[in-house]
């Protein structure tokens, strides 16, 4: 399996709806990202895990949550988010080795917040 | 701080057509260099990659290599077709725990039959 998978594809929810996103990988990489990417911009990072510990919080709103359960999956809970927050969520994972420095994105998934 | 700035699009060329997108950087140390390619409503897929001073690398007729002097990346095709348009973004990667990527801000381009 040489893949990052995201579900769902696409979501709509309300600002006080609680959703998750989730990312799989089974890959055996050991370091997993969230990134954020509005319309025509680049994607932001917002939080990176390396061997399921948090190692990076890009200073965002605690009304996104992230989760990492094992070292295949990684989720993103969702809670009172607003309209400013639609946007293309994606996540990447990245090996050991001489290759750390690659990461390896998801489909992503479209996020709509009414 | 590092930085990645590219050309601004979008770029339109005909089949056939010989593409460049330029792309510079800014960075301490030796970072290594990617170029990543994201088609209409999917993620980014990692087109090539180059990890010091001249190397190439190279990817389904795309090719980029790392100019420490002139501090670029620039990705060239030979002769682009209708299904490379697409949003194309630069990236270099620091250290900072673990890895952590400075995009550029895409460039999108367009080929016409």
């Known amino acids: 399996d040489t893949e990052v998978t995201q579900t769902p594809k696409h979501l709509v929810m309300g600002m006080t709806n609680k959703k998750s996103l989730k990312c799989e990988q089974h890959?055996?990489?050991?370091?997993m990202y969230w990134y954020k990417q509005k319309a025509k911009k680049p994607p932001e990072l917002m939080f990176v895990?390396?061997?399921?510990?948090?190692?990076i919080n890009e200073s965002v709103p605690s009304r996104f949550s992230p989760e990492c359960p094992n070292s295949s999956l990684l989720n993103l809970h969702l809670h009172a988010l607003q309209p400013e927050d639609s946007a293309l969520y994606l996540c990447?994972?990245?090996?050991?080795?001489?290759?750390?420095?690659?990461?390896?994105f998801g489909p992503g998934t479209r996020l709509t917040v009414l | 701080g590092d930085s990645v700035t590219q050309m601004e699009g979008p770029v339109t060329l005909s089949e056939e057509a010989f593409l460049t997108i330029n792309c510079t950087y800014t960075?301490?140390?030796?970072?290594?260099l990617f170029w990543y390619v994201q088609y209409p409503g999917e993620g980014l897929q990692l087109l090539l990659k180059?990890?010091?001073?001249?190397d190439k690398g190279s990817n389904k007729g795309f090719e980029a290599t790392y100019r420490k002097e002139t501090t670029s990346f620039h990705l060239e095709k030979g002769s682009v077709q209708v299904s490379d348009s697409a949003v194309y973004f630069c990236?270099?990667?620091?250290?900072?725990?673990?890895?952590?990527?400075?995009f550029g801000t895409g460039t999108r381009l367009k080929v016409l039959a």
């Open positions: 890959m055996g990489h050991r370091a």
């Open positions: 960075a301490t140390g030796y970072p290594s």
């Open positions: 180059a990890t010091k001073a001249d």
């Open positions: 990236a270099l990667s620091r250290i900072s725990g673990t890895y952590k990527y400075i």
């Open positions: 895990y390396s061997y399921e510990k948090l190692s």
């Open positions: 990447a994972s990245s090996p050991e080795g001489h290759d750390r420095d690659t990461q390896y």
